[in-house]
């Protein structure tokens, strides 16, 4: 599985920004799909997660209510959407695929997107 995220960029605290993760292969179903992220000195760490259905979805507790996730699986890609956006959003994020069950550790994951950047200014 090959993934490549996308949509990173400079926001305004306050705001809004979708980001997308497309996948290669005729499985992308199989497959949960996570996202985490990385500021700059500090560990990855989890941001959210998807089942292959789609049927369940797992937040950390730092975005919760403010982050959401979806998934097309006729379009091989998920989309988490972040709103209300903090300075301490401020990260490289990345997705990853896993077969099931979701999990928040990142070595649990078997594959990486090439991560996108996320700069919230204050």
């Known amino acids: 599985v090959q993934l490549q995220a996308f949509g990173g960029g400079l926001v305004q605290a306050g705001g809004s920004l979708g980001l997308s993760c497309a996948a290669s292969?005729?499985?992308?179903?199989?497959?949960?799909m996570g996202w985490f992220r990385q500021a700059p000195g500090k560990e990855r760490e989890f941001v959210v997660a998807?089942?292959?259905?789609?049927?369940?979805?797992d937040y950390a507790d730092s975005v919760k209510g403010r982050f959401t996730i979806s998934r097309d699986n006729t379009k091989n890609t998920v989309y988490p959407q972040m709103n209300s956006l903090k300075p301490e959003d401020t990260a490289v994020y990345y997705c990853?695929?896993?077969?099931?069950?979701?999990?928040?550790?990142?070595?649990?994951?078997?594959?990486w997107g090439q991560g996108t950047e996320v700069t919230v200014s204050s």
């Open positions: 998807i089942t292959g259905s789609g049927g369940r979805t």
């Open positions: 990853a695929a896993k077969r099931w069950p979701i999990t928040v550790l990142p070595y649990d994951y078997d594959y």
């Open positions: 292969g005729r499985t992308f179903s199989s497959y949960a």
